[in-house]
Every structure is written in structure tokens, then in C-alpha cells.
């Protein structure tokens, strides 16, 4: 019960905050905080349980949950209510608390209808926490098609910029991916030897073995969807706009929670289900991962919008997962504790990346709430005025681009080790994405932190945190105005009138919260990988069969 | 029991039948002794006589399939289920057309039309006998002519002059098709059919089964002979369209699921390709034709047609799937709950023909606005409602049934459907943000609003999302 609570709560506290109408602004987010907290708090429980049981047989995938609850749901097509934790959902779930937990304070001032915001976020968290959760396929179709809608909404309805439009192109691809997802779990279920929806049973009884090229189009109708979500290179490009037009809060969830969605999902499910076909085409994932991995830097280096310098990172870091998840499915060319060592780090990545771009689209919401733009161009020497920030976004860039001390280095360091015996000439591509991301973060410091001081004046420009709802042409020729006056370099203001308000204490919690966690598992990685290891060796070795 | 042996002649096993011509036939005796303005007892009683004959036919579920009266009534899971739901549709029909049928001087004639409608609807779903199901024809169209055409006004009546034109040209290609099965086989009766017509000459059985699928083609509203729906769901009020869109359509399906399953399963003739083609244009020209509409109901009556479609895909794999039945009953019912709430919707604001008026209209109520959400969302196939667990339980007999072509096409279909009710959502939800951020909009006193038909909004959404959730229980109730 205690799983299916943890699930459940945030989602029963958002019908309660909506029945509730007559509640003010603040006992409203004060509320959302606590249920968050609460939420945290279980899943640490769990985590401490997990962590301390001395469990024997398989350790996870197949079996050996703990926390398993399963309820019949549609039993003609064999679909439940299975929901259950091993050591490849237990990080996720922790960091989805986190980040969750993160938004719920960060969101402490939110004036937009802050009960409808809460909730929505609320329903959200229910529904990554689920799809984490899921060893049904269809369950976990369910959970993932909510987070669709959920994200649609915070979109569209908390945005800014051109939100509506990169609202709807958000839900379009991720919809068609998550239609490719549900043909490709139809014929997993088609495919097997008893037919079920249920992921357990189909990683014991692998569906599809005799028949290599039906498992192959399943495959790639499960790659398709779960690239979308990821995104991989080429169907990434719905990211940029979501993340630019979306509410701070709302970016560090989409970036640091939904995206994992996706990654999880090939660990979850086509790796271990279709592992013949996994093995087959392990060389093309790895291709795929290497390229976003160079495509997001190369772009994310040519972007004059922080945000959508973080969003390109994402493609960047996300194609290391990849890189990490193919080169285990090698099995020819290497042996199976490399392998491990792969999709261990490619489960820190995940965890690592939730972190520590969260908090960097948490501090680009610092700079849109104090100056309405994420322009480089508009911002400068903030380093003087705001020290706290300018030391937190220190922290965030050099731990994503992978310093030695925060989470992404274990991720990352894991992931070349265990991938450079199975694809050497890929491994070595892929680095030079680490010197490329750690070029433009230093870029990035630079432009924003260095220098004379620059604030773009709220009068002018795309002011204030009023999305222009009526009238998006008329916001659209004030940006131009902006721009050219910029560029015209009438604006250099290094005097005093220049005011960048410091990190608050809202800001300071929810971002140091983050960063701190990142070097926790930067400097003591050992509880992260106890718990990941057994299982990132199980699937090494399910794949590996 | 098989039906062979239980030849049984039992006019209870009838009950929910005629439960439901005891609420036509007293409900217009009752109407003709009660003042224009009481005809609201018309109303209590015909919905009560639903509701019973849902309850009775609910009771009987579990009763073994039985083919009564001479073979030519089948009595199993579908005619069971497609019972239970055009009984209840009915009586929700019912009570959201009341609002607008109040007080109206033919108000009663419209209930008990909407009734023999809905038995005729059973009868399509009944029939074991091409006879029988000719008559079921007739009955479930002819109160239809005249439903369409209620308000007398000049949509109303081109509404139901094409309407009728179409069904008396297609009820002659279906009655040419039944002689000719009748011809070849020497009988009408579907299991004899089964046996006799794989010997027959090809021909004139390939003319028999063309007339007949025209013949629930266009009960179903599917393409081709579609082209009634749309000035029928515009033509007539809301609540009236929602009724001729909804139960007509459960009755046909069922009808053409049983005939592919039984009479035409052994065909030398491809008839599942046939079947998965007119499922393939139902659902991408429906689709194609609801991305330009701007009023809500033609908007709603061209998604009708591409649901038809899906529909359509279960039943080009009738008896080749063990999973067809439950999709087949899960659909239907997820269907008839979400296409009812979506149209109600619509009735709640009956000012409000465009999509831009209404999402005006609705801007000052968030819930309607939510439900409706909920309602369209399950239309595209949205987990968690009924009709998601209804296109998987599709997508899984179709390719189950080895039409994985088809499969892919629903799928690509189903993200195009998305288009056309996010431009209806979309819109709507902007209002209710945008004057959440202004209060001192519009006021809401200047907008005409029902609230029964809103009640049904809510009813429909929340029956849509439970019904998914509770979907493994219906199943395990239904078949």
C-alpha cells in the first residue's frame, strides 16, 4: 500500500485543493509544500527499507520487487495495476520527489492562480511517479499519456513568450510518440508466449525470440516513442520551444523529470523484453546517442538564449544515456561488468541531470522574473551585484559539464568507462562532446557573470512576467525594438542605477537544495550505486542472454 | 442450450424489448390525456421503462446465448450489452433533450419516437435473420426521418429530406442484397447462411453482401454513405443529434459484427478486406473533413463519422480474434458515454453554434470547461477513459486479426483527431484562463445556459474516466 500511496497522495491533494475554493494564495502553495514534503519523506521511508532488506533471488526486472502491489485490471487482455520498486525506479522516484518538492517551494509566490497551478503539478507528480512505478505496459502508457496532458496545461496556461504554440507542438510530437510506444506494446503483447501486458512476465518469457524482424519493427515502434520523449537527434526539436515558453518550475520539471521518461523506458522495458533485438541493433542506439550527444552541444554553443542553451544541453546529456545504454547491448564486443558499468552510469546520469538542470532552469527563472528575458545579450557582470548566484550557477555549469566532485562526472565517467571497450571509435566522438559543453558553459559564465554590469530595465523589452496573451504580434515588435537597441550598444549601463536583486531565500533553498544533493552524490556515490548496481547488472545480463 | 434445440417461442425472453414498446406505446397514450404542460410525466415514465429494461437485460447477462422465436432473434453477449447501453443512452438522451423539448406542442411524439428508434436499434442487433433484420431497418430509421426534421425549420427539413432520400435509396440496395442472399442460400437465417452461401454462386452472394453492409453502413453512419451526418447532427438540436449519432450507431455496428462473424465468415469473397476498408476511409475522411469545421456540431458529427471507423476496425476482425467481443463491447460503451457527454456540451450552451461562441460562452465556467476536457481527450483515446482501453482492446484484435496495416492507420488517425478537439478544447481553456485573469468580464447572466445538459457534461466525464478505470469489471460482467 505504501507505493501505491506515495503514487496517489499528490494527486488526491489536488482534488482536495480544487474542492477547496475558498482557500488564499498562500495557505494554497503552503499546502502544496507540505504534501510535497510529505510525498519526499515516504519515498525516503522507502528508500531506508529498500536499502536495509536483505533480499535474495533476482534483484529486480524479473522479479524481487520490493513494495509490489498488483490488482487485476482488465484481465481479458491481461492488463493490472502493477506497480512495484527495484533498483532502476527507486533513484527515479527519489529524484522525482526532489524536484517536486523543488517546484512546490520555488512556486511560493506564483500570483497565476496558484490553485490551479498547484494542482496541476500535483496530478504531475502523480503521473511520473507512476510511470516510474509501472510494470504494466498499459499502466505505464497511462501514467505517460497523463504527464502529456498535465504538461500541456502548465504550458499553455503558466507560459510565457510564445507558449501556446510550443504548448501544442509539445503535446503533438510526444503524442505521436507515445502512439508508436502503445502499437509497439501492442505487439509485445501479440508477440509473446502467453499473452499479457505485464513487463515481468514478458523480461522472464522474452516475446518475439524466433522472429527477428517483427521484433525489430517493435522495436523501433518503442524507439520512436521513447526518442520523442528523451528526445533523441532527430525528434528533439519540439524541446527547445517547451522549455523556452515554460514557467521556471515547469522547465525543471519537463528537463529534469519528464525526460526521463523516456531514457527509463528503454532500460525498462526494450532492453529487457526485446533483448535479441536490443543486441542487434545496440550499434545504431549507440550511433543515435553519440550524435545527439554532438548535435546538443554543437547547438546548444550557438544558442544567444540561456534557455535554450540548458534545452540543447539536455539532447547533449541525454544522448550519453543512450550511448551508455547501447554500448550494453555489445555483447560481442565486451565483457559483461563493462556492460554494467554502462547502464550504471547511465541510470546516475539520469538521476544527475534531473538535479543539476533543474537547478539550472531554476536560475534561468531568477533571471526571467528580474528582467523578463533569457537573452545573453542583455545581461552582464551579474557576478558583483548577486554573489549567491553567481556562485550557484558555478556550480550548476561546471557539475553539468562534468567537474570531478558533483553527480554528472560518476554519471558520466561510469559511462565512458563501461562504453569504450564495447565501442571505442563512439566513446572517443562522444568526449569530445564533454570539451564542447564545457567550452560553452564557460561561454555561458562569462557572458552573464563577467564584465560590465548589464540589466535589461523592465520598461522595455518583453517586461515583466505578464505573458502577452492578447496580443503576441505587438510583443513580438517590442522584442525587435529590443533587440536593436541592444545591438545599436547605446545600452552598456556600468553605473550604480544597474540593480540585480540577489538570490532570495524561496531561490536559495529549492537551488542550493539541488546543488547540494548533486555533490552529495558527487563525493559519497556508494548508497546511489548499491542500490543501482544489482539491477543495472541484471539487465546487463538479461540483454546480454 | 444452442439455438437449434431451444427453438423456444417465450415472449418473456423478450422483456427488455418490451419493456421499452410498453414506454413508447403508454407514454403516448399518457401524453394524449395530459395538459401541454404536465407532458413531463410522459417523460418520468419512458425513462423509467429504460431504466427497467436496462436492469432486466443487466440481470440476463449471464443467461446462455439462446436463438428465440424461430431461430430469427439472437439473445447473446452483444445483443446484451448493445441492450443495456441503447436503454440507458436513451433514457440520458431523454432527459437531455427535456430541457429543450419542454413545453414543446409535439413533445411526447418526440420521446416515443426517440424509443421505437432505440428498439429498432436492438432489433438491428438481434437479428438472426435477414428478414428480420430488413424490418429492424425500417424501424430504426423511419422515427429517425422524423426526429430530424422536428423543428420544422429550413435546416431541420433539408436535414431530414436528405436523410430520408439517402436511407430509402440504401434500404432498396439492402433489400436487393437480402433477395439475393435469400436466392442463393434458400434461406434468411444467418446460421443456415453460414452453412450454405461458401456453395453459392459467388456472384450473386458478392451482391447480397455489398447490399447488406450498405445496408448497416449507413445506420452506422459510416463512408461512404455518410454524407447524412453531418446536416442531420447540425440540423436538429443538440440533445437530438447526440440520440441519432449515438443509438442508431451501437445497434449497427453490433448488426455488422454479427454478420461478418456468422453469415459471411467463410466467404470465398474477402469480406474483412472490404470491411477494413470502409473502416480505413470512415476514419480518415471523417477526420479529414472535421479539421475545417467551425461549428461545434458538424464538428461532432464528422468525429462521429471517424469513430465509426474504429468501430469499423473490430469488426473487420469478427471472428478471427478472440479479442474482438470484448473490444467490441468495451468501445460501444465507452463510445455511447463520451460521443452523449461530448454533444451535451454542446446543449448546454444552445446559443452557441460556432466553436468560438462557445468557447466565449463557457469562459466563465472552469468545470464545464474541464469535463468537456475530459470528454474529448477520451475521444482521441486518452488513458485513463473508456474509450482508450476500447482503441487498445481494437488495436489489439486488429492485429491480432493480422491487419497491422490498419493498426498503424488508426493510430496516425487518432493523432490527427487530436487537431480538431484541441481546436475546440484549446480555445475554451484559453477563455477560462483569460477571465480567471479578469474578473470583471462578461457576465454570465447574459448567456443562455442549461443546466441539465451540463449535469449530463459532468455525468459523462466522470462515467468516462471510471468506466476505464472499472473496465476490467465490465468486461468480466459483459462477456
Known amino acids: 500500500m505504501l507505493l501505491s500511496l506515495v503514487i496517489m497522495l499528490p494527486v488526491i491533494a489536488a482534488a482536495a485543493l480544487l474542492a477547496m475554493t475558498g482557500l488564499p494564495a498562500r495557505v494554497v502553495s503552503w499546502l502544496w509544500v507540505a504534501v510535497a514534503a510529505i510525498d519526499l519523506a515516504l519515498i525516503v521511508g522507502m528508500w531506508a527499507g529498500f536499502a536495509s532488506s536483505n533480499r535474495t533471488g533476482p534483484s529486480g526486472v524479473v522479479g524481487g520487487f520490493a513494495y509490489e502491489e498488483k490488482v487485476r485490471w482488465i484481465p481479458t487482455v491481461d492488463v493490472s495495476y502493477h506497480v512495484g520498486v527495484d533498483g532502476l525506479s527507486l533513484p527515479l522516484l527519489a529524484m522525482t520527489g526532489v524536484l517536486f518538492l523543488a517546484a512546490a517551494v520555488w512556486s511560493l509566490r506564483e500570483k497565476n492562480r496558484p490553485r490551479n497551478y498547484a494542482a496541476l503539478f500535483l496530478f504531475l507528480q502523480t503521473a511520473s511517479l507512476g510511470t516510474f512505478a509501472a510494470l504494466d505496459l498499459i499502466l505505464f502508457f497511462v501514467f505517460f499519456d497523463l504527464t502529456i496532458v498535465a504538461m500541456y496545461f502548465v504550458i499553455a496556461g503558466w507560459g510565457h513568450g510564445n507558449r501556446r504554440r510550443s504548448a501544442l507542438k509539445f503535446f503533438l510530437y510526444t503524442f505521436v510518440g507515445s502512439l508508436s510506444l502503445l502499437v509497439g506494446f501492442i505487439g509485445l503483447f501479440l508477440g509473446g508466449e502467453t499473452r499479457t501486458f505485464d513487463m515481468v512476465a514478458l523480461a522472464n518469457d522474452p516475446p518475439l525470440t524466433d522472429s527477428p524482424v517483427a521484433a525489430g519493427l517493435v522495436l523501433l515502434a518503442l524507439s520512436v516513442g521513447l526518442a520523442v520523449k528523451t528526445p533523441l537527434f532527430p525528434f528533439h526539436t519540439w524541446l527547445p520551444d517547451a522549455h523556452t515558453d515554460a514557467p521556471a518550475a515547469g522547465s525543471a520539471i519537463l528537463a529534469g523529470v519528464l525526460l526521463k521518461l523516456g531514457t527509463y523506458g528503454f532500460v525498462r522495458i526494450a532492453m529487457p523484453i526485446l533483448p535479441d533485438a536490443w543486441q542487434r541493433w545496440a550499434m545504431v542506439i549507440v550511433i543515435a546517442g553519440v550524435v545527439s550527444v554532438l548535435w546538443g552541444a554543437f547547438t546548444a554553443l550557438a544558442q544567444t ?3 535554450r542553451m540548458i534545452a540543447y544541453t539536455s539532447v547533449n546529456h541525454m544522448g550519453y544515456i543512450m550511448l551508455g545504454l547501447g554500448a550494453a547491448g555489445l555483447v560481442g564486443q565486451a565483457d ?7 547502464v550504471t552510469g547511465a541510470m546516475v546520469q539520469m538521476v544527475s541531470h534531473g538535479l543539476l538542470t533543474g537547478a539550472l532552469f531554476l536560475l534561468a527563472g531568477v533571471l526571467f522574473s528580474r528582467g523578463g528575458t533569457y537573452a545573453f545579450s542583455r545581461w552582464g557582470g551579474l557576478a558583483r ?6 556562485a550557484a550557477l558555478g556550480i550548476a555549469a561546471f557539475g553539468s559539464l562534468g567537474l570531478p566532485g558533483l553527480s554528472a562526472f560518476i554519471a558520466e565517467f561510469q559511462i565512458f568507462t563501461g562504453a569504450l571497450q564495447a565501442a571505442p571509435a563512439a566513446t572517443v566522438i562522444a568526449v569530445t562532446g564533454i570539451v564542447v559543453t564545457a567550452g560553452l558553459f564557460l561561454i555561458a559564465l562569462q557572458r552573464l557573470l563577467a564584465g560590465p554590469i548589464r540589466v535589461p530595465h523592465p520598461a522595455e523589452g518583453e517586461c515583466g512576467e505578464a505573458p502577452t496573451m492578447d496580443n503576441p504580434g505587438k510583443a513580438a515588435a517590442s522584442k525587435k525594438a529590443a ?3 541592444t545591438t545599436t550598444a547605446t545600452y552598456e549601463k556600468a553605473d550604480s542605477s544597474a540593480r540585480f536583486e540577489d538570490l532570495g531565500g524561496r531561490e536559495r533553498t529549492t537551488i542550493f537544495g539541488l546543488l547540494s544533493l548533486s555533490i552529495v552524490i558527487g563525493l559519497f556515490p556508494r548508497p546511489l550505486l548499491n542500490v543501482i548496481e544489482p539491477a543495472a547488472a541484471m539487465i546487463s545480463s538479461l540483454v546480454g542472454q | 442450450m444452442t439455438g437449434m434445440e431451444g427453438m423456444s417461442a417465450n415472449p418473456l425472453d423478450l422483456l427488455p424489448e418490451i419493456l421499452l414498446l410498453f414506454g413508447a406505446v403508454g407514454g403516448l397514450l ?12 410522459v417523460r418520468s415514465l419512458i425513462v423509467t421503462a429504460a431504466l427497467a429494461s436496462a436492469v ?4 440476463r447477462l449471464s443467461d446462455p446465448d439462446s436463438g428465440v422465436f424461430e431461430d430469427s432473434w439472437m439473445i447473446d453477449t452483444t445483443t446484451s450489452v448493445v441492450r443495456i447501453l441503447v436503454a440507458l443512452a436513451t433514457a440520458a438522451a431523454i432527459l437531455a433533450s427535456s430541457t429543450s423539448l419542454a413545453g414543446h406542442p409535439r413533445e411526447t411524439e418526440a420521446y416515443v419516437l ?11 442487433t438481434a437479428s438472426q435473420d435477414l428478414l428480420m433484420l430488413a424490418a429492424a431497418y425500417l424501424l430504426a430509421s423511419v422515427p429517425l426521418y422524423a426526429l430530424a426534421g422536428f423543428a420544422k425549420d429550413a435546416r431541420g427539413v433539408e436535414a431530414a429530406l436528405k436523410y430520408y432520400l439517402m436511407g430509402a435509396f440504401v434500404g432498396v440496395l439492402m433489400l436487393v442484397g437480402i433477395v439475393a442472399l435469400i436466392l442463393a442460400a434458400g434461406s434468411g437465417n444467418y446460421r443456415a447462411l453460414a452453412g450454405i452461401l461458401p456453395q453459392a454462386p459467388m456472384p450473386v452472394v458478392a451482391i447480397g453482401v455489398i447490399g447488406v453492409l450498405a445496408g448497416v453502413a449507413f445506420k452506422a453512419g459510416a463512408v461512404p454513405v455518410h454524407f447524412w451526418v453531418p446536416d442531420v447532427g447540425a440540423g436538429t438540436t443538440p440533445a437530438m443529434a447526440a440520440f441519432i449519432t449515438t443509438i442508431p450507431k451501437l445497434g449497427a455496428v453490433a448488426a455488422a459484427f454479427r454478420l461478418v462473424s456468422e453469415p459471411f465468415a467463410q466467404l470465398p469473397l474477402n469480406v474483412p478486406l472490404l470491411v477494413a476498408v470502409i473502416a480505413a476511409l470512415s476514419m480518415t475522411l471523417g477526420n479529414l473533413a472535421a479539421f475545417q469545421q467551425t461549428e461545434v456540431l458538424r464538428l461532432l458529427a464528422y468525429s462521429t463519422v471517424s469513430q465509426v471507423g474504429y468501430m469499423f476496425m473490430v469488426v473487420a476482425v469478427a471472428g478471427q480474434s478472440d479479442y ?11 463510445y455511447a458515454v463520451t460521443n452523449i457527454g461530448a454533444f451535451a456540451a454542446a446543449a448546454a450552451l444552445p446559443k452557441a453554434f460556432t466553436l468560438a461562441q462557445w468557447s466565449h460562452e463557457a469562459g466563465r465556467r472552469p468545470w464545464l470547461v474541464l469535463s468537456l476536457a475530459v470528454l474529448l481527450l477520451g475521444l482521441v483515446g486518452t488513458p485513463p477513459t473508456a474509450v482508450f482501453v476500447g482503441k487498445l482492446a481494437i488495436f489489439a484484435a486488429t492485429a491480432d486479426g493480422n491487419f497491422v496495416w490498419l493498426v498503424v492507420l488508426g493510430a496516425v488517425n487518432t493523432v490527427a483527431s487530436l487537431f480538431y478537439y484541441l481546436r475546440w478544447i484549446a480555445p475554451a481553456a484559453r477563455t477560462v484562463f483569460a477571465t480567471h485573469r479578469q474578473p470583471a468580464g462578461t457576465s454570465i447572466s447574459d448567456v443562455l445556459f442549461h443546466r441539465t445538459p451540463a449535469a449530463t457534461v459532468h455525468a459523462a466525464a466522470a462515467a468516462s474516466v471510471l468506466l476505464g478505470a472499472g473496465s476490467g469489471l465490465w468486461l468480466a460482467v459483459t462477456t
Not at chain 1, 559483461?336 to 554502462?342: F, K, V, W
Not at chain 2, 399518457?30 to 410525466?41: D, F, Y
Not at chain 2, 426517440?114 to 438491428?124: D, N, P, R, Y
Open chain 1, 305 to 307: 538564449d540561456m534557455k
Open chain 1, 385 to 390: 551585484p548577486a554573489p549567491v548566484f553567481a
Open chain 2, 56 to 59: 432486466v437485460s443487466a440481470l
Open chain 2, 30 to 41: 399518457l401524453g394524449l390525456w395530459t395538459p401541454q404542460q404536465k407532458q413531463g410525466r
Open chain 2, 114 to 124: 426517440m424509443v421505437l428508434a432505440a428498439l429498432g436499434a436492438i432489433a438491428l
Open chain 1, 336 to 342: 559483461e561488468q563493462a556492460r554494467t558499468i554502462a
Open chain 2, 324 to 334: 474482438a467481443l470484448p473490444a467490441l463491447t468495451v468501445y460501444l460503451a465507452g
Open chain 1, 483 to 485: 533587440r536593436t537597441a
